[in-house]
């Protein structure tokens, strides 16, 4: 995980979290161009995350929810105002793009499948968010309709020749979607931590809860092909994870709705 020391700007900081900062070693610690995050060297670790007023709320309470079940951080604030403000604690470990896992690809394979086996067996009472397909399919539309359409989501082999091809294809089968499986949403290597090859939490769950298992596969399997320059392990993930439970037609239409993000 990416962390640049720097002396942070308190003018654009939240007076809220001043005493939390002052007089504590502060890292850029961002990988988007939609949220600002800040590392806080103290007490074993802080991350504080700004972003758009209303778009931190449903990571908030999926963090919340996961940290219940020991499968996240601890939420200390969640601030919505001007901005949105998310203070969590630090998840001991380092998330899979770390060196260390990256040199051990299939070990790396395997860890992410089994993981993944693990998360969607687990119940889903109580998640905040109970229909993730409809908000997903939403999205996916409401992007569709703004003239949105970016293939680079999608994986080389899936790729659909342009936007009408691609709606056509998720207005025939989104019918196929579940809502029945408790889903990160956004699974990919850096937003899962390990300390020693054991699972340690998630983080960035703002794309979580109950929905579809392939929306995580699809991403598991890209991730894998971004991060390791090869789509060698694709088979090998699904495999682990159990390939009696992998619908490839879903999987393809997973990668076609994400062309819509």
Known sequence: ??????????????????????GAPVY??????????????????????RSEKGTLEKEASMTEYFAEKGLS??????????SDWLLTERVKGEDCTFSRYLEAPERLCDTLAETLKMLHG????GCPIKNR????????????????FDPSYCMPDMRPRNAQEAWKTVSEKKHLLKADTLLHGDY?????????????????????????KHVDLY?????LNFNLKT??????????????????????LIGVIECFG
Request: hydrophobic share 35%.
């Open 188 to 212: 990919c290597l850096p937003n899962v931590l390990l300390d020693g090859w054991r699972l340690s939490g998630f983080i960035d769950l703002g794309g979580g809860g109950v929905g579809d």
């Open 73 to 82: 951080a601890k939420v200390i604030s969640y601030v919505s105002e001007e």
């Open 133 to 148: 397909t409809a908000d997903y399919l939403a999205g996916a539309e409401k992007n569709y309709r703004e003239g949105m």
């Open 28 to 49: 850029d610690s961002s990988c988007s161009p939609f949220a600002k995050v800040w590392y806080i060297e103290k007490d074993g670790g802080y991350f504080l995350k």
């Open 122 to 125: 687990l119940k889903t009472e």
């Open 231 to 252: 789509d060698k392990y694709r088979k090998r993930f699904f495999d682990v994870y159990g390939r009696d439970e992998v619908d490839e037609e879903m999987i393809s």
């Open 219 to 223: 991403w598991g399997a890209w991730t």
């Open 1 to 22: 995980m990416k962390r640049t020391l720097i002396t942070p700007n308190m003018a654009e900081i939240h007076p809220f979290f001043h005493p939390i900062i002052e």
